[in-house]
C-alpha cells in the first residue's frame, strides 16, 4: 500500500472513531439531560434542552478531534473544511432547496410512516415540540435550525465528507447520508433525511463552501419547524397542489444546480462500494449504530 493510499486509510479510521465518540457524547449527554429535567418542578422548554445537547454532544466532539487533527493550522482547516465564502447564487439555491426539499422528504417518509401506522395501530409522528407561540418559534430557531445547521453540517460535511472525499467522492456523498440517517434513528423520516444528507453533499459540491450545505440544512430545518402549526393551516384546502408546486420548483432549481460546474474534484482513489461496505460494518460505526438503538429504547421505556 503507498504511503498516500495509508495515510487516507488512517485518516478514514480515525472519523470513524470519531462518529463513535459523537454519538456517545449525545448518549451520556441526553440521559444526563433526561434525568435532571425528571427531578424539575419546571422543566426547561424541550427547544433549550435540545441546544444544549447539540452543543455538548457535537459541538464540543467536533472542536476537540479538529485541534487534535488539525494542530490549530488555520489555513488547513479552512481548506479541508470548505470554508471559502459561499457565492450568493448558490446560496439563493440553497435556501430553496431546503424550503422545497422539506416538501420532498415529507412526501418520501409517507410508505414508512404509512407502514409504521398500521403495525403500530396510531400515527408515527416526530417527537420534537410543534412550535406554535411566538416564544417558542424563535426557540425553535435558534435550537432546530441555526445550532443543528451549523454543527451537524460541520461534523457531516466539514469533518466526515472532507476525510471521505479525499478517497472517494461517491462514497463521500453515499456515507455522509447513511450516517446522518441512522444517527437521527427515526425509521419513519430515515427516507426523507438520507435524501437531506445527499442533497446537503450535492450543495457542498456545486458550491465548493460548507456555508451553502448550511444554508440548505437551515431551511430545510425552518420549513420542518413552520410547518406544522403555521403553514399546514394555510395550504389545507389545497394541499396536493402545494406539494405539486413545491416538488416542480425543487426539480427546476435542483437541475439548475447540476448545471453548475463542480468546485470540487471528483475522487477515485478507492472504490466507492467497497469503501461504503468496509466503513458501515466496521467496529465504530457498528458500535455506534447499536449505541443509538439503545439510546432509543432506553429513553422510550423512560418515556
Known sequence: MSGNKYELRKQMKSVRWMIFWVVLAQFAAQIAVEAVVSFMSNPPHEYIRIAVLE????????????????????????QEMCLQRCNPGFALL??????TGQFVMMILNVPANYILSAFQGTDATNSVAVAVEWYEVILGIFAVV??????????MRGIIFSA??????????FFTALI????HLRINEFA????????????????????????YHAFSNL??????????????????????????????????LLKQKSRMNNNKVFNSASLVITSIFSMPVLVSVAVVVLKYFLLNMAG
Do not use: Q
Request: with cysteine.
Open 192 to 215: 426523507g433525511f438520507f435524501f437531506m444528507g445527499i442533497m446537503a453533499s450535492l450543495v457542498l459540491i456545486k458550491s465548493g463552501s460548507i456555508y451553502g450545505a448550511m444554508i
Open 55 to 78: 452543543i455538548i454532544s457535537i459541538g464540543v466532539p467536533i472542536m476537540v478531534y479538529a485541534k487534535t487533527v488539525w494542530n490549530g493550522n488555520g489555513r488547513k482547516i479552512k
Open 164 to 173: 471521505y472525499n479525499r478517497c472517494n467522492t461517491k462514497a463521500a456523498v
Open 94 to 99: 440553497a435556501a430553496i432547496l431546503g424550503i
Open 223 to 256: 420549513t420542518a419547524l413552520l410547518f406544522g402549526a403555521h403553514i399546514m393551516p394555510k395550504i389545507i384546502d389545497y394541499i396536493w397542489l402545494s406539494f405539486a408546486v413545491m416538488v416542480i420548483i425543487f426539480i427546476i432549481t435542483l437541475i439548475i
Open 180 to 183: 446522518f440517517a441512522l444517527l
Open 146 to 155: 441555526i445550532i443543528p445547521a451549523i454543527l451537524e453540517e460541520f461534523w
